[in-house]
């Protein structure tokens, strides 16, 4: 019984362990990481697998020396333990060794953050002084408001000086949708996120980006898709989905108030910019149809009625 918590923080220990083999080993429980759909992704999977082995290491070193003190050294043997006061030695290992292993990170995470952040060179300053490149197929707007995602798209192509103007003003032949981002494969996407009240953060599993979006601050983002998941279908009007499997939801990942939790869309890529562009042709041709008192047009491709929830 003296050995009790020895016992008690292997067991622990080594559970945890048995889990994260499980989780790796068998994808399709869904423990694991989901399935990747951007080109950004595989970097930051790959990140990921860094930070978790080094963090893993030091873990279990700690925990192993933890774990035979407990055994080796029980409260109730006889004697009192020596007092120890200080070891430079130590001190000094126990400090380099984190500031290397944080270096290391930070070393590896730099390249992946600007790819995903500055893609291109950065050209022109936002409103809020963000900046994003000239060189993407589409710029889309996000707009975050408890609670929901509002996407503007830019049906006419923008100059690098043009999209501070268009992300401030718009024009008329914008395509505004809520809680849908449409894409297409391949595309290069620039987003530039932001947000009317709170903080709120715009995460994609399946793309790997997440990034908050603050008041008073127009933020950019780039990702390419690497996977479509619907086609438009032109003679029914509407998105048919090619991929049920996989994740595309878009979440809030701030807490962002009493119905944070509703806040939820859904990523749509098309397999090309032939099915984007008809989806948007048609979404525009339903939007000017429909009643002008709408706030906030629904993309015309609802796709809910497939069973697609979001
Ligand atoms: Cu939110």
């Given amino acids: 019984m003296h050995r009790f918590w020895s016992l008690l923080f292997a067991t622990v220990n080594l559970a945890c362990l048995a889990l994260l083999v499980v989780a790796f080993a068998c994808p399709e429980l869904g423990w694991w990481l989901p399935d990747s759909a951007s080109t950004q992704a595989i970097e930051i999977d790959s990140l990921f697998y860094l930070i978790t082995a080094l963090c893993g290491f030091f873990f279990v070193a700690t925990e192993g020396i933890l774990i035979y003190s407990l055994w080796k050294f029980p409260s109730t043997a006889p004697g009192n333990p020596k007092p120890i006061h200080g070891h430079l030695g130590l001190e000094i290992g126990w400090t380099i060794a984190p500031l290397v292993g944080l270096l290391v990170i930070t070393a590896a995470s730099l390249p992946v953050w600007q790819a995903a952040r500055y893609q291109g060179i950065p050209t022109s300053t936002l409103p809020g002084n963000s900046e994003t490149s000239p060189d993407a197929d ?25 999209i501070r103007q268009w992300a401030a ?14 894409v297409w494969k391949g595309a290069k996407v620039s987003l530039l996120l932001r947000t009317t009240d709170v903080i709120h953060s715009f995460f994609v599993p399946a793309l790997r980006l997440k990034q908050d979006t603050l008041p008073g601050k127009t933020i950019p983002m780039r990702f390419e898709a690497t996977v479509s998941n619907v086609r438009f279908d032109p003679a029914e009007g509407r998105v048919v989905p090619t991929d049920t499997k996989g994740s595309w939801e ?21 397999p090309d910019r032939k099915s984007y562009d008809a989806w948007l042709d048609h979404s525009k041709r339903q939007t000017r149809s429909r009643s002008l008192t709408a706030m906030v047009p629904q993309a015309a491709s609802s796709i809910q009625k497939d069973g697609f929830t979001q």
């Fill in 169 to 182: 003003e718009g024009t008329p032949s914008d395509l505004v949708v809520a809680n849908e981002l449409h």
């Fill in 250 to 270: 878009i979440a809030c990942a701030e807490l962002c108030g009493g119905n944070h939790f509703r806040m939820r869309g859904k990523l749509f890529v098309h």
């Fill in 138 to 162: 589409q710029v889309i707007l996000v707009t975050a408001r408890q609670w929901d995602w509002h996407l503007k798209y830019a049906t006419e192509p923008l100059s690098s000086e043009g």
